[in-house]
């Protein structure tokens, strides 16, 4: 057979292969969480001290005017701080006062003063442009990676300029992602040590997706894809749902992303796997 | 700067994606899963790209990326066995599409972006980063099997 009539032949084949329309909804519905109201740490303390203290009066029937006594109540009910909060940094561009504001979008935790780069995403269109990074290592928390980083290439043509790669341990990840999943999932993790991340150069992983395998003492198969990155809408956290050979579930929690597909294992038992994260 | 957004980038590549996706992996199933990680890569990731070339061939090199990864876990390599395998689809195909898919995952990949996507060995190169001679030295090799097996095929059939 000739090289063309290959060609067309093989072209003809997957011409006729397409991703299902199910895939294509799937693609299309991911996106990160809505941007919430602007708010900055500081203000988020604020709030959250602000918030036990009417807590704390309304329980023990203080009055603000009359305090005499010294001694409030018995009862205390704390509110405590989270965690981990999405917070959106409204940040003007240097040199220029005719364009509105930016927003970027990142979880960092609320009483780390960070300035996040991000892709930024607008809500409406999900025109996704990107911003110059103006932070260090330093400012993201991140502990440096072993950098190897390969030399520039050309693709198609224009200078592709290909980002550093480094390597983290499986502990590294976990201190990242301040969660040790290892003790989260009921198994034996059978995945890979080492994780490589493609490093940006604002010196943090462009994507910090690692794919973490599992197996349980019955024998359930979990692959569990983490981010801190917020890949899906909240609304189908907490979800299990059929797919392929077993079940795929979604979670978010203390700020990480989880999407777990589960082979030989019930949706009962998969819920309940999701449930304690 | 080349400036898109992420619905047109969608609509116009998760095929492309797909089709690289299924041909490396043979199955369906992991096709799908690997197209939805690579549209996540895209969306978390901080890229700037100078052209639309540029977004697909990083498109394409994500693909490769994570279906290696897939390769290389321990998950996979448990559960390949019990996977679908499309050489054996119940379609109706082409010889070419079982000589294809009946070819080692590196010739696959070499044919698909050469023959499907139309790349240049240097192009190709620069996706699965390796160099020009390997990749020429691949292509050469996919081809010789492949025309032995479909002579094979045609001396079965008489």
């Known amino acids: 057979m000739e090289d063309k009539e290959f060609r067309e032949q093989y072209k003809k084949e997957f011409d006729a292969i397409c991703a299902s329309d199910g ?5 299309k519905n991911l996106k990160p969480q809505k941007p919430r109201k602007v708010v900055t740490p500081f203000k988020a303390t604020i709030g959250t001290v602000a918030a036990a203290i009417m807590i704390f009066a309304a329980v023990s029937d203080y009055s603000f005017e009359k305090d005499t006594s010294g001694v409030i109540s018995e009862k205390v009910v704390s509110t405590p701080l989270p965690e981990t909060e999405f917070v959106i940094v409204e940040k003007k561009p240097e040199g220029k006062t005719t364009e509105s504001p930016q927003t970027t979008q990142k979880p960092v935790k609320a009483n780390e003063a960070v300035i996040p780069p991000s892709v930024n995403v607008a809500e409406d269109s999900k025109t996704v442009q990107t911003q110059s990074p103006e932070i260090n290592e330093a400012d993201t928390g991140i502990m440096p990676l072993n950098e190897d980083g390969p030399a520039p290439r050309m693709i198609g043509g224009d200078e592709y300029v290909a980002p550093t790669v480094g390597k983290w341990t499986l502990e590294q990840y976990y201190e990242y992602l301040g969660v040790n999943i290892s003790q989260k999932i009921p198994g034996q993790y059978t995945g890979s040590d080492t994780f490589e991340f493609e490093i940006g150069t604002d010196g ?7 794919v973490l395998n599992f197996i349980t003492a019955n024998g359930t198969t979990l692959r569990v894809t983490v981010s801190k990155h917020v890949l899906f809408d909240s609304a189908v956290s907490g979800t299990v749902s059929e797919a392929g050979n077993g079940y795929n579930a979604y979670k978010i929690s203390g700020g990480v992303y989880y999407n777990i597909y589960a082979v030989n294992t019930t949706k009962d038992a998969l819920t309940q796997i999701i449930s304690s994260l | ?14 095929d492309t994606i ?5 041909s490396r992996t043979k199955s369906h199933s992991y096709a799908e899963d690997i197209t939805q990680d690579v549209f996540v890569k895209l969306m978390s990731a901080n890229k700037k790209f100078e052209t639309e070339e540029h977004l697909k061939a990083w498109l394409l090199r994500v693909t490769i990326n994570l279906t290696k990864d897939l390769f290389a876990s321990s998950w996979y390599k448990k559960s390949a066995e019990l996977d679908e395998d499309v050489s054996y689809t119940p379609e109706e195909k082409s010889d070419v599409y079982y000589a294809v898919m009946n ?10 972006l050469h023959y499907y996507e139309g790349y240049s060995v240097d192009e190709i190169a620069k996706i699965v980063n390796a160099t020009s001679g390997t990749v020429k030295s691949q292509l050469h090799r996919a081809r010789q099997m492949l025309k032995d097996f479909m002579e094979e095929d045609e001396t079965v059939g008489r």
């Open chain 1, 204 to 210: 943090i992983p462009l994507d910090d997706t690692a």
């Open chain 1, 23 to 27: 895939l294509k909804s799937a693609v």
């Open chain 2, 1 to 14: 700067m080349y400036r898109y957004t992420y619905d047109e980038i969608a609509d116009k590549y998760i």
């Open chain 2, 18 to 22: 797909y089709r690289l996706a299924l």
């Open chain 2, 103 to 112: 070819l080692p995952q590196k010739y696959r990949t070499v044919i698909h």
